[in-house]
């Protein structure tokens, strides 16, 4: 039987798996941010990172929300971004990252990558600052400014990158930036290469440099008209897949050996406070009929953590798709 890692290189690959890869069972995340302060107005519920973006807890949605009123919100105005953006200084902080480093040190690497995990990505954090809406405008009006942003957002990843490898010396990187909607991409292809492509080629290409095996980026939406991007990349799999909108089977015979594709059950359809059982076994039964492949998909939660935002969700995930495994490969 193979390890956890070796079955996911196979599926990725295109060799022999011995069965489904279940979820993130190949990947030890480690968690680490030192952006973020909860001691800053903590009573309110919400958070202020190192950037100064505000960030809220939502009753009934999973993780935060930046707060993009006028009184929190940090860039007012894209051309004196130099003066409102406070960009983060020295990361070095032994005593931060010596539990981190431990937490690494443990993982059996014979059967999970030890993996760093980033969040928000170069688009995210940029919309974090702006806000949504006046990011996508500042995109047409203001493309100087908005590449110098970049290019600073860029820098600091670059930095975080040293102390991930300084400290947790991974051999993968889950890296999160939601690049579209159910339906749609945030930015045009065209757009999103003039923008993003090179940023991102920086970046994935200085990990894999420092000797990260394995690329994984989060984007939990449509984004089929970027995958050719992501090959360029650099990405070995792309996590949170949307099955009803991406034409995964289509993607895995253009792109295999080159992209995987992680995802596929959709948790906006399962991960609800009255979920059942028989609904998660239909829902991953749909998934892996659907994709009809033992390599190049991986059947997973689209959302982007190795866990549900309601309890028992993802451990449900993972006992239906075990049961996949014992009937197709038999």
Not at 152 to 167: F, G, P, S, T
Request: negative net charge.
């Amino acid at each position: 039987m193979l390890t956890k890692r070796q079955n996911l290189i196979e599926c990725i690959r295109g060799g022999s798996p011995d069965r489904y890869v279940n979820q993130y069972e190949a990947f030890a995340l480690i968690m680490a941010s030192p952006l973020s302060d909860r001691s800053h107005l903590a009573d309110e519920g919400y958070l202020i990172d190192a950037w100064g973006c505000y960030q809220q807890s939502i009753p009934g949605q999973p993780g935060l929300f930046p707060m993009h009123d006028l009184d929190h919100r940090v860039i007012t105005d894209i051309c004196a971004w130099r003066d409102q953006v406070r960009v983060p200084g020295d990361l070095d902080d032994p005593a931060f990252w010596a539990p981190i480093a431990e937490r690494a040190a443990a993982v059996d690497r014979t059967e999970q990558f030890v993996t760093s995990a980033v969040f928000p990505g170069v688009f995210e954090r940029v919309h974090h600052l702006c806000e949504i809406t006046e990011a996508l405008v500042n995109f047409y009006e203001e493309p100087d400014e908005m590449h110098a942003l970049i290019d600073q957002i860029v820098d600091y990843e670059l930095r975080l990158a040293d102390m991930h490898i300084k400290y947790v010396k991974p051999d993968a990187l889950f890296h999160h930036d939601d690049w579209g909607t159910q339906i749609s991409t945030f930015l045009a292809p065209e757009m999103f290469e003039e923008f993003l492509l090179e940023p991102y080629k920086r970046i994935y290409g200085y990990w894999r440099d420092h000797g990260v095996e394995l690329i994984v980026h989060h984007s939990d939406s449509f984004g089929e008209t970027l995958v050719p991007f992501m090959v360029e990349m650099g990405v070995d799999i792309w996590q949170g897949t949307l099955r009803t909108t991406n034409d995964i089977p289509a993607l895995i015979d253009r792109f295999g050996g080159q992209i995987a594709f992680m995802g596929g059950i959709e948790s906006q359809i399962v991960d609800k406070p009255d979920w059942t059982r028989e609904e998660v076994r239909a829902e991953v039964d749909a998934a892996i009929a659907a994709v009809g492949r033992t390599t190049g998909f991986i059947p997973c939660l689209t959302s982007g953590l190795d866990s549900s935002g309601y309890p028992g969700v993802y451990d449900a995930v993972s006992a239906e798709i075990d049961r996949c495994s014992a009937r197709d490969f038999a």
